[in-house]
């Protein structure tokens, strides 16, 4: 099972940490991804990392503010957001990719996490 922790509120300029976590399977051999969803829109790319580590990608509207990274050891994966804005409100999605190499394309992701929800406040 998949599950995405660290959603909340948060004002404007602020930060946000969140973590993808699984049990009963480890995805220490799989590139992990992270979508949103606001209301009313397509879900959208966040991020992605290699199984390695060694290689990230980020969508356009994130890049520069958000940070994808993992520990292995600890079968998790983070998203570190900064300088959040509005328009990052949405539920964030934690997905485990197909293969060691995942980016935008949802069907290269197999697992899905529930979501965590994110609220930036102006």
């Known amino acids: 099972q998949l599950q995405a922790f660290g959603g909340g509120s948060v004002q404007a300029g602020g930060s946000l940490r969140l973590s993808c976590t699984a049990s009963g399977r480890t995805f220490s051999n799989n590139a992990v991804g992270w979508f949103r969803q606001a209301p009313g829109k397509e879900r959208e790319f966040v991020s992605s990392i290699t199984w390695k580590g060694e290689v990230t990608g980020y969508g356009d509207s994130v890049k520069g503010r958000f940070t994808i990274s993992r520990d292995s050891a600890k079968n998790t994966v983070f998203l570190q957001m900064s300088s959040l804005k509005p328009e990052d409100t949405a539920v964030y999605y934690c997905?485990?990719?197909?293969?060691?190499?995942?980016?935008?394309?949802?069907?290269?992701?197999?697992?899905w996490g529930q979501g965590t929800l994110v609220t930036v406040s102006s």
């Open positions: 997905a485990v990719g197909r293969s060691s190499v995942a980016g935008a394309d949802r069907s290269q992701y197999r697992y």
